[in-house]
């Protein structure tokens, strides 16, 4: 569970790389294998990225690794990121779209299964991540499981409402009857799934929904957890 801003749409390492226009670079303590990948995207997320990683790495999962994508942050979001033992990699603002981000930070990711929270979504408990893996992990044919999202105190009326709507209070299957769908504000996703059908990298937004239409046609499920 965790508490959104926005909730649907909205360093000085060892090592340095520079590979097809993405900067690479991983600060001491950054955990080179791991069984759960940890994927933040972030762009100008100064405000609340510190909580957010505080938050992760304090997760009772310690089998984990945590994987940074900016998109050409200059509010000072890596001077923070820096500061904590994360694995950062930078995109130009021009290239991003949703899908393209998570396909570059996927094809980094060493774990069995990759996490996706937004730099605005803060875990509640240190279990966050344990309860993700757990319920993934029932099933091969799960393809990703949902986290229930609540709304920070600052969170707009509208998203507010639709994020408190009781059905979205009861862990569930995510179907296409579900009256609300898949998104990867905070979600876990099985990256063999993901190898064969990526995030569609042309749409502007509504990767995370494209894709589970994609994955269900494949007969593939999804979870609410």
């Not at 390492?13 to 520079?18: D, I, T």
């Not at 994987?67 to 991003?96: A, H, K, N």
């Amino acid at each position: 569970m965790c508490r959104l801003v926005r909730p649907l749409y909205f360093y000085v390492g060892r090592s340095f790389h520079e590979k097809k226009g993405t900067l690479f670079f991983e600060t001491p303590g950054a955990t080179s294998m791991t069984a759960v990948s940890v994927l933040i995207r972030t762009r100008n997320e100064a405000r609340t990225i510190g909580e957010t990683l505080e938050k992760v790495l304090s997760q009772s999962v310690t089998d984990r690794e945590v994987i940074v994508m900016d998109s050409g942050s200059e509010d000072g979001t890596l001077e923070i990121v820096r500061r904590y033992p994360v694995r950062c990699y930078q995109i130009p603002f021009e290239t991003f779209t949703y899908g393209y981000a998570l396909n570059r930070g996927f094809e980094r990711a060493r774990g069995a299964y990759v996490a996706c929270l937004s730099a605005h979504a803060l875990p509640l408990s240190d279990s966050w991540l344990e309860r993700l893996l757990a319920a993934i992990e029932k099933k091969e044919e799960i393809a990703g499981v949902m986290g229930r999202n609540l709304p920070r105190p600052e969170c707009n009326p509208f998203d507010e409402r639709e994020l408190l709507r009781p059905e979205r209070a009861r862990p569930q299957d995510l179907t296409e009857a579900t009256p609300f769908t898949f998104g990867n504000a905070n979600a876990m996703i099985r990256k063999g799934i993901w190898g064969k059908i990526p995030f569609d990298e042309e749409l502007p937004y509504a990767e995370d929904k494209d894709w589970a239409r994609k994955v269900r046609r494949l007969g593939y499920c999804l979870k609410y957890e």
